[in-house]
T-cell receptor, first 109, second 114 residues
């Protein structure tokens, strides 16, 4: 079967760096997505990884290791507006998205 | 600049009532999806469509029906609402169903079934 795990909640300080981990188990893999969702709002796309390695996009970076079934989202220079839930989603062999429950990130001043 | 629009945003139903959620997208996307989001769980796919006139079941289709008569619209129907269908419903669309197809979501519809 398929399974995605990510921490339920994390807390970090404004200006700091935080890493949100996502581990998965799957028989087929067509990429891993990260989405951001502010409370009461729709998810919005952050990143997509299909090959191993780090993808950098401004303050946000996403890393993938297919052999380990592991990804992380790295947020640098944290701002209060980064307080949100971060959703990890796996695209399986049928191109269906399997979603993690999300990690609620709380930023403190 | 509309993107994906869902109506209504909020609705309260009594058990057994029926209703339809409307999703409209103006990006000429082929793929459209209906998800539900519940506390402590990931988004779960209810039904999806790969083009006008087509629909397919997702992970949790029971109790729901859908129609895609026009490319830009995807309707989600509840024939006889149950309290277990209390949830936030998100519509999404994508240009491609393949791995490069990022999803664009509507703002969500919060449904409460009493």
């Amino acid at each position: 079967g398929q399974n995605i795990d990510q921490p339920t909640e994390m807390t970090a300080t404004e200006g700091a760096i935080v890493q949100i981990n996502c581990t998965y188990q799957t028989s087929g893999f067509n990429g891993l997505f990260w989405y951001q969702q502010h409370a009461g709002e729709a998810p919005t796309f952050l990143s997509y990884n299909v090959l191993d390695g780090l993808e950098e996009k401004g303050r946000f970076s996403s890393f993938l290791s297919r052999s380990k079934g592991y990804s992380y989202l790295l947020l640098k220079e944290l701002q209060m507006k980064d307080s949100a839930s971060y959703l990890c989603a796996l695209m399986d062999s049928n191109y269906q998205l399997i979603w993690g429950a999300g990690t609620k990130l709380i930023i403190k001043p | 600049n509309a993107g994906v629009t869902q109506t209504p945003k909020f609705r309260v139903l009594k058990t057994g009532q029926s209703m339809t959620l409307l999703c409209a997208q103006d990006m000429n996307h082929e793929y459209m999806y209906w998800y539900r989001q519940d506390p402590g769980m990931g988004l779960r796919l209810i039904h999806y469509s790969v083009g006008e006139g087509t629909t397919a079941k997702g992970e949790v289709p029971d109790g729901y029906n859908v129609s895609r008569l026009k490319k830009q619209n995807f309707l989600l129907g509840l024939e006889s609402a149950a309290p277990s269908q209390t949830s936030v419903y998100f519509c999404a669309s994508s240009y491609s169903g393949r791995a490069t197809g990022e999803l664009f979501f509507g703002e969500g519809s919060r449904l409460t079934v009493l």
